[in-house]
């Protein structure tokens, strides 16, 4: 059982006890960055003579040859060590003998898995990020397509106002652009090294931490070894941020789930994102969307359990913090996996527009607009919402809509309603008069476009 630690015991540990301890079965994911840290620290402490030249460049060439190995297959990471970290370190021992233990000098384990995890997770922002990016571009691409492809808005699920397709994705635009944000906020705010930090208070060695920070493309060294060592804001942030990722997306697939059903039919998934029944020859399964709106929950739990484990623990390390990494890592992969599946199902999805267009009519979205009509007319609006509430009221018992029925037919509910009624109510005037920023009118819609592709133009994650 190799262990960084041991002069202390006299007797064995239990091999439950000791399994249950080890973490290597699932941090052995940060050896990428185990080697990143341990070749900064190594370089910091030769430039701080702590290691002589030899020694470094003898570590140095070892580290290299350790990850070469384990990527090219030539070496396996050894699951009987405790954690990533004793692993290379034993490995590196193996290989260059004494000089290898000269690699821990000034730093413990506490500061070292707090800069492995930190170093992980800032990669994970920045994918995350450029999955976001990716989907945006596809809604992007929908909007350009769709200014004035008309479809019913939805308050309660009821049909409420005509819209377009190019603004209901806009919706979802902002929402995943907010997440970009996120990204970004979180990525400013943990981009700063532990290492250094010892187990709690420091070291006695005179280490460069400015020089080990900036070797990682850090803004800085953290400013408290304290709170360096026990600090996973930055993780719950990210998984707050990974939720509200979720969120979103479960959002979106519910309704390209029920668009998908046979009672709307406003959309048609591909068949590389879609299953059959066993039993049914003539489904087609939404089953894509579904598993992503059903794992949001999992990623909520992730964050959860993270908020759980640190509600609780006192200044500074306590060992409940190897808890941070296993959901995480799970929570990660299912964004990950969530935002690549969604984006191709969106990218590759068709829609029916006729149908869209004819549903708007038929669920009396433009009732607003006839009502306005007669604001127009010199009717008070509060008349007009009755008039209009009466009318709908006999439209729904003839089993038809506004727009069809007859001048005489509209002027026994009010002597108001003139020919021009019936440009009124239609669809592409309902849309093209909603002018305010922010609305579905095809002239805003177009410029509020143009700002998405500048902003995907120029947003550069840094």
Same mark, same amino acid.
Request: glycine letters at 8%; one cysteine or more.
């Given at each position: 059982m190799?262990?960084?630690?041991?002069?202390?015991?006299?007797?064995?540990?239990?091999?439950?006890?000791?399994?249950?301890?080890?973490?290597?079965?699932?941090?052995?994911?940060?050896?990428?960055?185990?080697?990143q840290?341990?070749?900064?620290?190594? $370089?910091? %402490? +030769?430039?701080?003579?702590?290691?002589?030249? &030899?020694?470094?460049d003898?570590?140095?060439?070892?580290?290299? !040859? =350790?990850?070469?190995?384990?990527d090219?297959?030539?070496?396996?990471?050894?699951?009987?060590?405790?954690?990533?970290?004793?692993?290379?370190?034993?490995?590196?021992?193996q290989?260059?003998?004494?000089?290898?233990?000269?690699?821990?000098?000034?730093?413990?384990?506490?500061?070292?898995?707090?800069?492995?995890?930190?170093?992980?997770?800032?990669?994970?922002?920045?994918?995350?990020?450029?999955l976001?990016?990716?989907l945006?571009?596809?809604?992007l691409?929908?909007?350009e397509e769709?200014?004035?492809?008309?479809?019913?808005?939805?308050?309660?699920?009821?049909?409420?106002?005509? $819209?377009? %397709? +190019?603004?209901?994705?806009?919706?979802?635009? &902002?929402?995943?652009?907010?997440?970009?944000?996120?990204?970004? !906020? =979180?990525?400013?705010?943990?981009?700063?090294?532990?290492?250094?930090?010892?187990?709690?208070?420091?070291?006695?060695?005179p280490?460069?931490?400015?020089?080990?920070?900036?070797?990682?493309?850090?803004?800085?060294?953290?400013?408290?070894?304290?709170?360096s060592?026990?600090?996973?804001?930055?993780?719950?942030?990210?998984?707050?941020?990974?939720?509200?990722?979720?969120?979103?997306?479960?959002?979106?697939?519910?309704?390209?789930?029920?668009?998908?059903?046979?009672?709307?039919?406003?959309?048609?998934?591909?068949?590389?994102?879609?299953?059959?029944?066993?039993i049914?020859?003539?489904?087609?399964?939404?089953?894509?969307?579904?598993?992503?709106?059903?794992?949001?929950?999992?990623?909520?739990?992730?964050?959860?359990?993270?908020?759980?484990?640190?509600?609780?623990?006192?200044?500074?390390?306590?060992?409940?913090?190897?808890?941070?990494?296993?959901?995480s890592?799970?929570?990660m992969?299912?964004?990950?996996?969530?935002?690549?599946?969604?984006?191709?199902?969106?990218?590759?999805m068709?829609?029916?527009k006729?149908?869209m267009?004819?549903?708007?009519?038929?669920?009396?979205?433009?009732?607003?607009?006839?009502?306005?009509?007669?604001?127009?007319?010199?009717?008070?609006?509060?008349?007009?919402?009755?008039?209009?509430?009466?009318?709908?009221?006999y439209?729904?018992?003839?089993?038809?809509?506004?727009?069809?029925?007859?001048?005489?037919?509209?002027?026994?509910?009010?002597?108001?309603?003139?020919?021009?009624?019936?440009?009124?109510?239609?669809?592409k005037?309902?849309?093209?008069?909603?002018?305010?920023?922010?609305?579905?009118?095809?002239?805003?819609?177009?410029?509020?476009?143009?700002?998405?592709k500048?902003?995907l133009?120029?947003?550069?994650?840094?």
């Open positions: 190799a262990q960084l630690w041991g002069g202390r015991f006299t007797g064995e540990t239990d091999r439950m006890a000791y399994e249950f301890n080890a973490s290597i079965g699932f941090d052995k994911r940060l050896f990428h960055q185990d080697i840290g341990s070749i900064a620290h190594v $370089t910091m %402490l +030769a430039r701080q003579g702590i290691l002589t030249e &030899e020694e470094k003898s570590i140095l060439r070892g580290l290299a !040859d =350790i990850r070469e190995a384990v090219n297959g030539g070496m396996e990471i050894d699951e009987s060590c405790e954690d990533i970290h004793s692993f290379v370190e034993a490995a590196l021992i290989r260059i003998g004494e000089a290898g233990k000269k690699m821990h000098t000034g730093r413990s384990r506490n500061d070292q898995v707090a800069l492995d995890m930190r170093l992980y997770t800032r990669e994970q922002v920045k994918e995350t990020d450029a976001l990016k990716e945006l571009q596809v809604i691409t929908v909007m769709n200014v004035e492809t008309y479809m019913p808005g939805f308050t309660h699920l009821q049909k409420a106002q005509p $819209t377009t %397709l +190019a603004h209901h994705y806009g919706a979802y635009f &902002e929402m995943f652009k907010r997440d970009r944000q996120r990204m970004e !906020d =979180i990525y400013r705010r943990m981009n700063y090294c532990p290492l250094g930090a010892g187990a709690l208070a420091g070291t006695t060695y280490l460069d931490r400015e020089y080990t920070a900036s070797l990682m493309e850090f803004a800085g060294p953290t400013l408290n070894s304290m709170d060592v026990s600090d996973r804001d930055y993780l719950i942030e990210y998984l707050a941020a990974l939720s509200t990722i979720m969120m979103h997306l479960s959002r979106f697939c519910e309704e390209i789930i029920i668009w998908n059903s046979n009672e709307y039919q406003f959309v048609e998934i591909d068949d590389a994102y879609s299953t059959g029944s066993s049914m020859p003539q489904k087609k399964n939404p089953d894509i969307a579904e598993l992503v709106r059903g794992k949001t929950g999992r990623v909520y739990g992730a964050l959860t359990a993270l908020l759980t484990t640190m509600k609780g623990i006192p200044l500074a390390y306590n060992k409940d913090m190897q808890e941070d990494k296993e959901l890592f799970d929570a992969d299912t964004v990950r996996d969530c935002l690549t599946l969604f984006t191709g199902m969106l990218g590759t068709k829609f029916r006729e149908r267009a004819a549903s708007a009519m038929n669920g009396f979205t433009n009732a607003t607009d006839a009502a306005d009509y007669l604001v127009g007319k010199g009717v008070p609006f509060r008349d007009a919402h009755g008039i209009i509430g009466r009318l709908v009221l439209c729904v018992e003839k089993g038809t809509s506004i727009d069809r029925l007859s001048l005489e037919e509209l002027q026994t509910i009010s002597d108001k309603f003139e020919e021009d009624i019936y440009d009124a109510v239609s669809l005037t309902c849309v093209e008069k909603r002018l305010t920023l922010g609305a579905p009118g095809p002239e805003v819609m177009r410029k509020v476009i143009a700002e998405h500048k902003y133009m120029d947003a550069e994650f840094k």
